[in-house]
């Protein structure tokens, strides 16, 4: 880890200015890269963690394990169905346990066509808090998962809780993977220095993200599926001048509830129908774009 005279450094990348940057386009003469990014995550019964409908209740916390729950009975199953109605690609972040205790869900989307991206074992547990073996030996087991059930090991990865240790790109490069999303620096591909290489890392959103809008910032389904509007309208309006990445990340158990839902389908509509104007993708298809055009930073 670098320092200097101000204090500790991540050492990663340089500071760069975005109107500074070297112009370019996405497939297609595009300006404007946009994926969904579906968040499939376990908890632990009475093991603690997660969003919380209704914060501080003892363990075995019931009310909140069950509304997390719901989102992978049913709330991911609505959400299928609007991508499915209205034509749109995703990116699937997935609990390698999920296999286990949702037979059947993963696969759903997998019969989709959608990316599956390494999101860790549960989100039980963040990795950062892990010493370097056994972060090491999570990045190994959950990959391995993912390997013998899709027949291809992901590329991507986002840690669960978006937990970091000071080493985890290093140990997520040694590993394989080509790309991350566990940082939200840029709106453009940026690529990260390791102790043997690099890796690329990739926008993901933490504002256009259903937790922190709808959970912490208690904003309503309208509010968020407005939020997503107006970014979109901005962000292609601004592509003019510089190509950007836009991320939506979305949760099961939030934006599967009905009452958010429909105003979240209204939302993506307004994309889907903008799809001839913008590059409308997996962050796989990005990071890969990226790597092989030689355009990340």
């Not at 205790?101 to 599956?116: K, N, S, T, V, Y």
């Not at 190994?140 to 000071?166: D, N």
């Not at 389904?221 to 309006?237: H, K």
């Amino acid at each position: 880890m670098d320092a200097d005279a101000n204090g500790p450094d991540h050492g990663r990348y340089a500071y760069s200015a975005l109107p500074d940057r070297p112009v370019y386009d996405w497939p297609g003469g595009k300006r404007l890269a946009v994926y969904l990014a579906l968040n499939l995550e376990g908890f632990d019964f009475g093991g603690g963690l997660g969003a919380e409908l209704a914060p501080g209740g003892p363990q075995p916390d019931v009310l909140n394990y069950a509304w997390r729950d719901w989102g992978n009975r049913v709330g991911a199953w609505r959400v299928k169905e609007t991508l499915d109605r209205l034509d749109l690609p995703a990116s699937v972040l997935v609990n390698s346990r999920l296999y286990r205790d949702c037979p059947g869900l993963i696969e759903a989307f997998r019969a989709r066509g959608d990316e599956i991206v390494g999101h860790g074992r549960t989100n039980a547990e963040r990795q950062g808090t892990l010493d370097e073996a056994e972060e090491r030996a999570l990045i190994a087991e959950a990959t391995a998962e993912l390997l013998q059930r899709e027949g291809r090991a992901p590329t991507g990865w986002l840690g669960p809780w978006i937990s970091q240790s000071r080493v985890t790109p290093d140990l997520l490069q040694e590993a394989g993977y080509r790309y991350l999303l566990d940082w939200c620096h840029d709106d453009q591909p940026t690529w990260f220095r390791t102790r043997a290489g690099r890796i690329l890392a990739l926008p993901y959103p933490q504002e256009l993200n259903d937790i922190p809008a709808i959970v912490a910032r208690k904003e309503t389904g309208r509010a968020f599926a407005d939020a997503l509007v107006d970014a979109f309208d901005e962000m292609l309006e601004q592509s003019v001048h510089a190509p950007l990445v836009m991320g939506i990340a979305l949760h099961p158990y939030i934006v599967g509830q009905p009452h958010r839902l429909r105003p979240l389908r209204q939302a993506l509509l307004h994309v889907a129908m903008k799809r001839d104007a913008i590059w409308l993708t997996t962050a796989g298809a990005i990071a890969e774009h990226a790597i092989l055009s030689e355009t990340a930073l």
